[in-house]
């Protein structure tokens, strides 16, 4: 059973940048496509980046340009460089194996907090 631990989220002023990773345990991670997704209070969360198993990147169009997605097989870990950060890109942010059918139980996210 897949176990997923986030980190490097925080507070930063809107135009900075943070860079989250996700550590994945109990699978053969390298075999495995990934995404970070998020979720703003009282809304749902979404999918905002994937990386297939050959590293090959996919955005959904609000980080486009801002944010870079990245993963390690060595270290079985995933990564999230967001940079011009947003008030709009507050939320925690999980990751998770895609598609949704291959999903695991969430980790407890990390928290994204963008000031104007």
């Known amino acids: 059973q897949v176990r997923l631990l986030e980190s490097g989220g925080g507070l930063v002023q809107a135009g900075g940048s943070l860079r989250l990773s996700c550590a994945a345990s109990?699978?053969?991670?390298?075999?495995?496509?990934m995404g970070w997704y998020r979720q703003a209070p009282g809304k749902q969360r979404e999918l905002v980046a994937g990386?297939?198993?050959?590293?090959?990147?996919n955005y959904v169009d609000s980080v486009k340009g801002r944010f870079t997605i990245s993963r390690d097989n060595a270290k079985n870990t995933v990564y999230l460089q967001m940079n011009d950060l947003k008030p709009e890109d507050t939320a925690v942010y999980y990751c998770?194996?895609?598609?949704?059918?291959?999903?695991?139980?969430w980790g407890q996210g990390t928290q994204v907090t963008v000031s104007s």
């Open positions: 990386i297939a198993v050959d590293g090959n990147p």
């Open positions: 998770n194996l895609l598609p949704t059918s291959q999903r695991g139980s």
């Open positions: 109990g699978i053969n991670f390298r075999y495995y496509v």
